[in-house]
C-alpha cells in the first residue's frame, strides 16, 4: 500500500541525515518539506525562535504536545541539559512510531519519553505516572481547539510553577483564538508574540509565549 507523508519523510532523514548528528536530521526534513512535500513540522523560522526561548528558561522539565514526526522533538531535545525530564504526546500511533525512528535516529532517545494518546486523557495523570510536580517549559503544537481547556487543567492540576513558560505555536494559522484572548488577558500569564510564517510558507503566522506568575 501507498507510504504515507511521514514514513517519506523519515525516509529522506535516513537517506540525507548523519546518524546521530541532530543538526542534520533538522536540515535534512527541512529540505524534505521545502524541495518534496509540505508538512505541518514547527519548521526552520519558527524552529529558531523556539531555540532561543529554550535556551532562555533553560528547563528542568519538559512537556510538548503535538510530536508528529519528531522535529520539534529533536530541536528541543538537543538543547536541553542531561538530566532533564522532557515528555513529548502525539495522539496519532503512525506519527508516534516515525517519531519515535526519527528521534532514535538523532541519538536523542534517552532524553524523550514518547507518550502515546490524547492530551485531556493524559494531563490529569502525568504528575502520579511521570513523577511531575511542575513543567518549566511547555510547547503547545496539538490540535488548536485543546490548547484553551488543556492550559485550564495545567492549572487545575497545579502543573504550573511560578516563572513556567508556555510557548503555542499556531497563534495565527491555523489559529487558536479564544486561547490568545485567555492568555492576554487573564492577569496570571505575562504573554509576548512572535511574528513568524507558517512553515515553509510567506503565511502570515507565529508563536505566543505566556509566562505563569503564579
Ligand atoms: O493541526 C496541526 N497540528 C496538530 C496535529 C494534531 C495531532 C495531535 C492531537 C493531539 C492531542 N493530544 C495530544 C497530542 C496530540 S497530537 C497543525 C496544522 C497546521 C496547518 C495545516 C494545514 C494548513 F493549511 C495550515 C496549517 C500547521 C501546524 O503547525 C500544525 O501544528
Ligand atoms: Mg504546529
Not at 43 to 71: A, F, Q, R, W
Not at 85 to 103: D, W
Request: glycine share 8%; hydrophobic share 35%.
Amino acid at each position: 500500500t501507498r507510504s504515507t507523508r511521514p514514513q517519506r519523510m523519515l525516509k529522506a532523514v535516513q537517506k540525507n541525515a548523519i546518524r546521530g548528528n541532530p543538526e542534520s536530521v533538522i536540515s535534512a526534513i527541512d529540505y524534505f518539506c521545502k524541495h518534496s512535500e509540505w508538512a505541518m513540522n514547527v519548521g526552520d523560522e519558527k524552529g529558531c525562535i523556539l531555540d532561543s526561548v529554550v535556551t532562555e528558561v533553560d528547563p528542568s522539565t519538559v512537556l510538548e504536545l503535538g510530536t508528529y514526526c519528531g522535529y520539534s522533538t529533536v530541536r528541543i531535545a538537543r538543547l536541553l541539559s542531561p538530566g532533564t525530564k522532557f515528555i513529548t504526546v502525539e495522539f496519532n500511533p503512525a506519527s508516534a512510531e516515525v517519531a519515535r525512528k526519527i528521534i532514535a535516529y538523532a541519538g536523542l532517545q534517552d532524553k524523550v519519553t514518547l507518550v502515546e494518546g490524547a492530551s485531556g486523557d493524559l494531563i490529569p495523570q502525568i504528575k502520579k505516572l511521570y513523577g511531575i510536580t511542575t513543567f518549566d517549559f511547555i510547547f503547545l503544537d496539538h490540535w488548536k481547539d485543546r490548547y484553551l481547556p488543556d492550559i485550564k487543567l495545567f492549572e487545575e492540576y497545579g502543573l504550573l510553577g511560578k516563572g513556567s513558560v508556555l510557548l503555542a505555536d499556531n497563534v495565527i494559522c491555523p489559529g487558536t483564538p479564544e486561547y490568545l484572548e485567555y492568555v492576554r488577558n487573564s492577569p496570571r500569564y505575562e504573554s509576548r508574540y512572535y511574528p513568524s510564517h507558517l512553515e515553509y510558507t510567506k503565511v502570515e503566522d507565529g508563536l505566543e509565549k505566556s509566562l505563569f506568575l503564579g
